[in-house]
């Protein structure tokens, strides 16, 4: 068997043309989504990563704005700045990129950003919301994992499904929603035992640990979709260096009835995810319909 590669870069790519066409009809009654990225400091990926994510606005028509306090600011300062965010009715979804420097309580920086505008999905208040099984603005990454995994299976009902990894961005939510989409889920991390065995019973597989090839080809039952989050880089044959998935591709590839790659897959899912946040929260805070994305 061979497994259909999942095309995160064309999926992706088709929502974002969807968010293109809502915020075109939104401008021109009013109102355009606007996203605020506090971006603290000079840290290269981060700056790679606040590249991309206002290009993506700037490619549907959002309005973005990049905020760059210094590497010196204090939790004051920058809680003064989402609160100055907050009140604002040009910003719809604020993101503060992480890691923030030691100085800074990031946790009293994520719980101060306004659960409607949110677009992390980060916020107790949204955390909540999500196991509760109510509307809330998800984390982009496991709502990506999502949206895949449904190009697959119109639905998921019913089905087994595997989460390997417990992380607050990404296991632990995407348990709620696949458990919101009436799958069966079962929720494995680094101490869990017999791995895999417990893969071998799932429809879905979603690998999240941060180890470079952990799943392996024998540990996936024949036909099982695998959605890979990792992201992992190893040396390469040319002595530069590669990215790699949580999951030996080649040979899951060989028994999976359908596989994300890395690159190519999940990581291109997060950045179209935080634009359809964006536009959802925009739409409930201008108490507009919920867009069709």
């Given at each position: 068997?061979?497994?259909?590669?999942?095309?995160?870069?064309?999926?992706?790519?088709?929502?974002?043309?969807?968010?293109?066409?809502?915020?075109?009809?939104?401008?021109?009654?009013?109102?355009?989504?606007?996203?605020?990225?506090?971006?603290?400091?000079?840290?290269?990926?981060?700056?790679?990563?606040?590249?991309?994510?206002?290009?993506?606005?700037?490619?549907?028509?959002?309005?973005?704005?990049?905020?760059?306090?210094?590497?010196?600011?204090?939790?004051?300062?920058?809680?003064?700045?989402?609160?100055?965010?907050?009140?604002?009715?040009?910003?719809?979804?604020?993101?503060?990129?992480?890691?923030?420097?030691?100085?800074?309580?990031a946790k009293k920086i994520l719980m101060a950003v306004d659960p409607a505008k949110d677009v992390d999905g980060l916020h107790p208040g949204n955390a909540g919301r999500l196991a509760g099984g109510f509307a809330a603005l998800s984390p982009c990454t496991p709502l990506g994992?999502?949206?895949?995994?449904?190009?697959?299976?119109?639905?998921?009902?019913?089905?087994?499904?595997?989460?390997?990894?417990?992380?607050?961005?990404?296991?632990?939510?995407?348990?709620?929603?696949?458990?919101?989409?009436?799958?069966?889920?079962?929720?494995?991390?680094?101490?869990?035992?017999?791995?895999?065995?417990?893969?071998?019973?799932?429809?879905?597989?979603?690998?999240?640990?941060?180890?470079?090839?952990?799943?392996?080809?024998?540990?996936?039952?024949?036909?099982?979709?695998?959605?890979?989050?990792?992201?992992?880089?190893?040396?390469?044959?040319?002595?530069?260096?590669?990215?790699?998935?949580?999951?030996?591709?080649?040979?899951?590839?060989?028994?999976?009835?359908?596989?994300?790659?890395?690159?190519?897959?999940?990581?291109?899912?997060?950045?179209?995810?935080?634009?359809?946040?964006?536009?959802?929260?925009?739409?409930?805070?201008?108490?507009?319909?919920?867009?069709a994305v």
């Amino acid at each position: 068997m061979s497994a259909t590669v999942l095309d995160g870069t064309k999926i992706a790519q088709n929502i974002r043309s969807e968010i293109a066409a809502e915020v075109k009809i939104m401008t021109a009654g009013g109102v355009r989504p606007g996203l605020a990225v506090v971006l603290v400091g000079h840290n290269p990926a981060s700056e790679i990563y606040v590249r991309g994510k206002v290009k993506a606005c700037e490619e549907v028509g959002l309005y973005s704005e990049k905020l760059t306090p210094p590497e010196t600011v204090t939790t004051a300062e920058l809680l003064a700045l989402i609160e100055d965010l907050n009140r604002r009715d040009d910003i719809d979804g604020i993101l503060v990129q992480l890691p923030l420097p030691a100085q800074v309580d990031a946790k009293k920086i994520l719980m101060a950003v306004d659960p409607a505008k949110d677009v992390d999905g980060l916020h107790p208040g949204n955390a909540g919301r999500l196991a509760g099984g109510f509307a809330a603005l998800s984390p982009c990454t496991p709502l990506g994992c999502i949206i895949l995994t449904k190009s697959v299976h119109a639905s998921l009902e019913g089905m087994n499904a595997i989460v390997i990894g417990r992380s607050n961005l990404v296991g632990r939510p995407l348990v709620q929603l696949l458990l919101n989409e009436n799958a069966t889920v079962t929720i494995a991390h680094s101490r869990s035992r017999d791995l895999a065995k417990l893969c071998a019973r799932a429809d879905l597989v979603y690998a999240a640990v941060g180890r470079p090839e952990m799943v392996r080809g024998d540990w996936i039952k024949p036909g099982a979709t695998v959605i890979d989050v990792g992201i992992n880089r190893q040396p390469s044959t040319d002595g530069k260096t590669k990215l790699v998935g949580d999951v030996a591709f080649t040979e899951v590839s060989d028994v999976a009835g359908a596989i994300t790659p890395v690159p190519g897959g999940v990581g291109q899912m997060t950045v179209a995810c935080l634009l359809v946040n964006t536009l959802r929260a925009a739409c409930a805070i201008h108490g507009l319909p919920k867009p069709a994305v």
